[in-house]
């Protein structure tokens, strides 16, 4: 049973940045994308023994942590990937900037799929770079991609920053949805640089990499953590695959511009245990996440409140389309943030196509989602 720890004093973004985001402390914050629940043991023991070592000094990569994250791509993905192929990095976001430096020039045009994770357009928008918006079509209930408005962009986009499985939607991509895309991007010469950090939390379906894609494995950058997975964000531990060593040499150019050089001590044990013993740790997870999902599902549901949960076939962020609630984008957040108190992301940082909808991070307790809940309830009764 996964239980919410209290997180007070450890400094964290969801809680401690929840006044300034939402303007008082006195709401649920349901927000950013870490979980409230424990890291697996093996983490947790990792790091204990590691801080117990007095030196936190400058620290390398060790074989141990390739073999780890080779290992982890085979088993859970079936990708053989070779370890001369990653590139440690502090963050899948810095990954993705050094990514659009290296392939791209200021001017170019780079594709991306809204609503989408902010970072995906606030990065190319500051490197200069033209947004090329492949928006997502929502159509009975789901997203689906528009193919020809995608190839009629992909002929002129440099790069393609694919979210794969997609944040917000929650969307884990079809073999032929995959495959459609890397056609085309083939076909016009785009790189994709595919951020699937939410890879290991799909539901009853299996991830694909992009990376493992024979025909795209040499024309793609696949940036990856277990960050997500197995709650260690914090550690800013994360990695790019480029199995193609003259994309690999570029992208190191301009990561090693940055000035990085080594790794984080804590990271790199932490990402090695978690790799190496979380399997189980982390099919529990799956299921507890699951159960949440539900749940929120059947509570709408069951009290007739006109919020719409899209399926959720990966991460713990559930998209929630609040449009039949009859609000402007304002109205909406006052409704959540003020009369429930919930502090959910507002669908609007998402990009337009986010008008109406809000996200809900469900990586807690079913005890505080019962809390939400009842507070989302009382608060739409009120209304009616
Ligand atoms: C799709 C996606 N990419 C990247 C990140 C952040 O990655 P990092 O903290 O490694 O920069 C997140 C966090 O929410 C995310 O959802």
Redesign the pocket.
């Known amino acids: 049973m996964f239980r919410a720890v209290n997180r007070e004093g450890t400094y964290t973004t969801k809680y401690d940045d929840a006044k300034k985001k939402f303007g008082t402390d006195d709401l649920m914050p349901l927000w950013?994308?870490d979980m409230d629940v424990a890291s697996p043991l093996c983490v947790q023991e990792t790091l204990a023994k590691r801080a117990a070592h007095p030196v936190y000094g400058y620290t390398v990569y060790p074989p141990r942590y390739y073999d780890a994250i080779q290992t982890w791509m085979k088993k859970r993905f079936d990708w053989s990937i070779e370890q001369g192929w990653i590139v440690p990095c502090y963050?899948?976001?810095?990954s993705m900037n050094f990514a659009i430096e290296a392939f791209s020039a200021a001017g170019d045009s780079i594709m991306i799929q809204s609503p989408i994770?902010p970072?995906f357009m606030s990065s190319v928008k500051h490197k200069e770079r033209k947004v090329l918006d492949n928006t997502l079509v929502y159509k009975e209930g789901a997203y689906h991609i528009d193919f020809k408005d995608f190839e009629a962009k992909a002929k002129e986009a440099k790069l393609f920053l694919l979210?794969s499985p997609h944040?917000p939607s929650a969307r884990s991509w079809n073999t032929d949805e995959l495959e459609q895309m890397i056609a085309l991007c083939r076909k016009h010469d785009v790189l994709i640089i595919a951020?699937e950090?939410?890879a290991d939390i799909v539901y009853d379906k299996l991830h694909h990499s992009v990376g493992s894609f024979s025909e795209m494995m040499q024309h793609c950058v696949i940036l990856n953590?277990p960050?997500?997975t197995f709650n260690i964000?914090g550690l800013?531990t994360?990695y790019a695959i480029i199995p193609n060593e003259h994309l690999r040499k570029r992208y190191n150019v301009e990561q090693n511009k940055s000035g990085i050089t080594n790794g984080n001590p804590f990271g790199i044990e932490a990402l090695m245990s978690a790799y190496e013993e979380g399997d189980l740790w982390l099919e529990t997870l799956k299921k507890h996440l699951k159960a949440n999902v539900l749940y929120v599902q059947d509570f709408l549901k069951e009290q007739q409140i006109p919020i719409t949960s899209l399926p959720v076939e990966a991460?713990f962020l559930m998209w929630l389309d609040c449009s039949a609630l009859g609000f402007t984008q304002d109205e909406l957040k006052t409704f959540f943030f003020e009369k429930a108190k919930l502090g959910l992301n507002d669908g609007r940082s998402f990009g337009d196509a986010g008008l109406g909808f809000m996200r809900l991070n469900v990586g807690t307790s079913r005890e505080v989602l019962e809390v939400a809940m009842s507070r989302l309830n009382k608060a739409w009764k009120e209304l009616v």
């Open positions: 950013v994308a963050g899948v976001v810095p994770y970072p979210c944040n951020d950090i939410h953590a960050s997500k964000a800013n994360s991460t």
